[in-house]
């Protein structure tokens, strides 16, 4: 069976081929007659005629052939040229198509056609750029023409020309009356503008796609998270309601609820932070540990201890694990100050917990340690606060808060060198990551200053603003000293950039205005009326602003 079928394929190959070559010769001999010019004509529309079915058959590689026999007698034949490069074209045979091309436009320099079949020539082989230079003059002559308006914005969009993109684009939507063709092409030119972060473009585009197409999904999504992009919240939300209006699949409502949740807590709105958890709660296949587990949280925000900690502990009480959720109990235990709770939870991590997980259970509970501390120092509990240090010590010794603390607490008891001495150990255990520097040169700068070394003083201060140059307090410290030391021209320059850097900053604000009241009194009145403004218990402003009133009678 298999053989007859290749003899009959061969044979049938055979037997075009002699019919080609019959008609080949029969056009060199009507060639050679005397009437050669009427013959010659009617040779070359048989000819012609003969590549059409030959074409619209699917024959390309005969087309090719009979094509070159017939044009090597006859090279000026355009027409027969252009089928040889569409047959060319159709054959992937691109570099031959692309010859063809070159010599017709040779001589027809205008021939829209060929200069169509060149540009997709040029797609073909990947040489976008020359393509598009093909399909620009093509629309400088016919830039009403669909077909060039499609291909050349798509060619602009896959080379990256994302203006003129945008701009071919929105010229054939205008030309389009299929609203299907239209509402693709504006979710195009959505993104294109999106890139180009021209976002009104962007909102009107999916606008007009959502007039065609208003309840698709996708489409919303988009508008939303593009509101959700230039943080316009009330609009976001307005178009994450309005998709829970029509949509069903448990996919699209968790994905609404979700961004419904993380707006609302962008905006600290945690009521609705938890009406929306509520509800998502209900949504099939929503992930209730970890909404439960969100809302807990949201509550603790709202300072609802009693509430957000019982979720907590309920969870604690699901999960088999547990870890992360009892880290978050225990750290909304010590938000309400109820430390030995929290301590009670963290020790019972350590008995179940794996060595990473033990890592972190005892730095975590030397940060316990610590805050507890610090709650004692601010009651002036001192010996109660020592004793926690010393606890957070033994969970991690290199904590540097630990011996920040305890300078804190010798500086209020006035023991400033034992306060200096800690301030540099907490200095060199945060050397990696010198997450407080600022706030340790701060106290050291202040307990030199208690010391009576400027010279230390102003060495702290200087390290801080190498660190942060914009630092507001190291700036209104650096003040401070230049005012002991009778400078006031510096001083004055440092409580200008601190007040720059943070305009709230009270305490620069009223040395400010104590030094403008030497040479600048209405300056000086105005800032204590802000200060006022800011803090109307701040009785130093209130007194200075009424002496500088009665020593202007």
């Not at 029969?26 to 005629?49: D, F, P, W």
């Not at 992937?92 to 169509?116: E, F, M, S, V």
């Not at 020592?386 to 603390?405: G, K, S, V």
């Not at 021209?489 to 305490?507: C, G, R, S, V, W």
Request: charged share 25%; proline share 2%; aromatic share 12%.
């Amino acid at each position: 069976m298999f053989s007859s079928n290749v003899i009959l394929i061969a044979a049938a190959f055979v037997l075009a081929l002699v019919f080609i070559y019959i008609l080949y010769a029969i056009i060199m001999y009507q060639g050679g007659k005397s009437n050669k010019g009427a013959e010659l004509q009617l040779s070359t529309k048989n000819i012609l005629e003969q590549v059409k079915v030959l074409f619209d058959k699917n024959e390309f590689a005969l087309v090719q052939l009979l094509a070159t026999k017939y044009l090597d007698r006859v090279p000026g034949h355009k027409e027969v040229r252009q089928y040889l490069a569409k047959a060319y074209f159709s054959d992937k045979k691109y570099n031959n198509a692309i010859n063809q091309c070159l010599i017709i436009l040779k001589r027809d320099p205008n021939n829209i056609n060929t200069r169509k079949l060149l540009g997709d020539c040029y797609v073909k082989r990947g040489l976008l750029n020359k393509a598009i230079k093909e399909f620009e003059g093509i629309y400088d002559q016919r830039s009403t023409d669909k077909e060039v308006l499609r291909t050349l914005a798509k060619l602009y969009e896959d080379t990256a020309q994302i203006y003129s993109a945008i701009a071919v684009y929105n010229a054939l939507s205008s030309l389009l009356e299929d609203n299907e063709e239209i509402a693709a092409i504006q979710l195009t030119l959505a993104k294109l503008n999106e890139e180009t972060k021209d976002y009104p473009a962007a909102f009107e585009a999916y606008k007009i796609r959502l007039g065609i197409y208003p309840t698709d999904i996708p489409t919303n999504q988009s508008l939303a998270e593009l509101y959700i992009k230039i943080e316009n919240y009330p609009k976001a939300i307005e178009t994450l309601l309005y998709i829970l209006t029509f949509a069903s699949e448990p996919k699209v409502l968790i994905w609404a609820y979700e961004n419904l949740i993380g707006i609302s807590v962008e905006t600290e709105e945690y009521e609705k932070a938890i009406e929306y958890s509520n509800r998502l709660l209900e949504v099939q296949g929503s992930d209730k540990f970890k909404i439960r587990n969100d809302i807990a949280l949201f509550n603790i925000k709202l300072n609802n201890f009693t509430t957000g900690i019982a979720i907590l502990e309920e969870l604690v009480m699901m999960s088999q694990n547990g870890f992360d959720v009892t880290v978050q109990l225990a750290d909304s235990y010590i938000k309400c100050k109820e430390y030995q709770k929290a301590l009670d939870k963290y020790l019972a991590l350590l008995d179940k917990a794996t060595q990473k997980e033990a890592k972190k259970v005892r730095l975590l509970i030397s940060d316990l340690y610590v805050v507890w501390a610090e709650e004692a120092s601010a009651n002036s509990r001192f010996d109660e606060s020592f004793r926690h240090l010393d606890m957070a010590a033994e969970y991690n010794t290199l904590n540097p808060e630990i011996y920040y603390n305890k300078a804190v607490n010798h500086i209020s008891l006035k023991n400033y060198q034992a306060a200096v001495e800690l301030l540099h150990t907490a200095l060199e255990y945060d050397k990696h990551t010198k997450e407080n520097h600022a706030r340790y040169y701060i106290k050291l700068s202040e307990t030199h200053h208690y010391l009576g070394n400027f010279f230390e003083e102003k060495k702290a201060l200087s390290d801080l603003l190498k660190l942060d140059e914009k630092n507001p307090m190291g700036l209104y410290r650096s003040g401070l000293m230049y005012i002991s030391q009778h400078d006031s021209k510096n001083a004055e320059e440092n409580f200008k950039k601190a007040l720059q850097y943070d305009p709230t900053l009270i305490p620069a604000k009223y040395n400010l205005a104590l030094i403008y009241e030497n040479n600048n009194r209405d300056r000086a009145k105005e800032l204590y009326i802000e200060i006022l403004a800011q803090d109307p218990s701040y009785e130093e402003a209130r007194r200075a602003l009424n002496d500088l009133a009665s020593s202007d009678y």
